[in-house]
């Protein structure tokens, strides 16, 4: 941007950490080579047992811009977004990720599509990936042109979105919010536990638009491996399931058909990840986590009444993995035979 950066809104950008210090390191000296001066960076420490709070303390003095936190007790991912969007005082509110890569553009890039989409209450940025071997690697952004008409998104058709697709069409640490859009939303609530960014974007939905800007401004790792142990394969399907029948009754109040529809491909979507995440489990011979699959009321207390299952689905489901599990020798067979082929 030509424009100084002393005319342009401050940004404040919040980062929750736990245990991520290589990967942390490379993700705040991204954001340290900013070409957007005016923001702050708050970084909070959930307890980490590394030398992460050590590198944060040595790295505060010397970055005026980075402030440092520590929780007295673990209060997980989302409790720990919550506290920084508390605390975050900028014109807007950037939630990043302790582990991806930002452009050197990335903030200016995002306050600018704000600044011009003045409807908007938050945008979101396009990215590419690291693969295994951290080489960058593009993507495209079809889902996303799909979605996003000309780039802005009026906000009940984001609310049609997040009840009626399959996965969210947004990067949540590629964000980028209006602090004033925020306060109106109601602000970050970890309620919604593994759906608390979608709780946002639909409370957000509510009060404003969205625009997407498709540069890929920032690199996104793949998810740590003690991350996906914590979301959990069954409990991830159904805490996503039950938030869309919760954004698919706010979209009822605008449009009931459109809310029928949408439940109705909930419901289909559901079982197709039911299913594959069945025959996944019973290739890798995962017996104990197929059980875990049948209790789905192990959930944990979310806002809503609403049940992941029905009774007669709960029999399906029952019909569909105990005799997975009692086969998975079958299973661990098969995948063997299949790896040894694509060799």
């Not at 005082?89 to 600018?112: A, C, T, W």
């Not at 029999?315 to 035979?337: D, E, Q, S, V, Y």
Request: charged share 25%; aromatic share 10%.
């Amino acid at each position: 941007m030509n424009r100084s950066a002393t005319l342009l809104p401050s940004v404040t950008v919040i980062i929750p950490t736990y245990n991520r210090r290589s990967h942390l390191q490379l993700t705040l000296e991204s954001l340290r080579a900013q070409d957007y001066a005016n923001f702050e960076v708050l970084v909070c420490d959930d307890c980490s047992t590394d030398e992460t709070q050590q590198y944060l303390s040595d790295l505060q003095q010397e970055w005026p811009q980075l402030k440092v936190f520590r929780n007295e007790k673990n209060l997980n991912f989302n409790g720990t977004l919550q506290r920084l969007f508390s605390m975050a005082i900028g014109d807007f509110v950037g939630m990043q990720h302790d582990h991806d890569v930002y452009k050197p553009n990335f903030l200016s890039r995002m306050v600018e599509v704000l600044l011009a989409n003045p409807r908007a209450g938050f945008v979101c940025a396009g990215y590419d990936e690291f693969n295994e071997q951290d080489q960058i690697v593009p993507r495209s952004f079809d889902l996303e042109t799909r979605i996003f008409e000309g780039g802005n998104l009026a906000g009940i058709k984001l609310l049609k979105v997040l009840a009626s697709e399959r996965h969210t069409p947004i990067a949540a640490m590629g964000t980028l919010f209006r602090r004033d859009a925020l306060v109106r939303a109601g602000g970050y609530s970890s309620d919604w536990y593994l759906a608390s960014d979608e709780d946002l974007y639909c409370r957000m939905a509510q009060v404003a638009d969205v625009v997407f800007c498709p540069e890929p401004l920032f690199i996104m790792r793949s998810r740590p491996a003690e991350r996906q142990k914590i979301l959990g394969s069954w409990k991830n399907i159904y805490t996503l399931f039950l938030f869309r029948l919760s954004a698919a009754t706010q979209l009822g109040k605008h449009d009931s058909w459109a809310r029928f529809r949408a439940v109705c491909r909930q419901i289909i979507f559901k079982w197709r990840l039911l299913t594959r995440e069945s025959l996944s489990l019973w290739l890798r011979g995962e017996k104990s986590q197929l059980r875990e699959g049948l209790k789905p009321d192990l959930l944990p207390q979310l806002p809503t009444t609403q049940k992941p299952m029905l009774a007669i689905e709960r029999l399906f489901l029952h019909l569909l993995i105990r005799p997975l599990m009692a086969t998975t020798a079958i299973g661990l067979l098969l995948n063997h035979f299949r790896k040894a082929n694509r060799r």
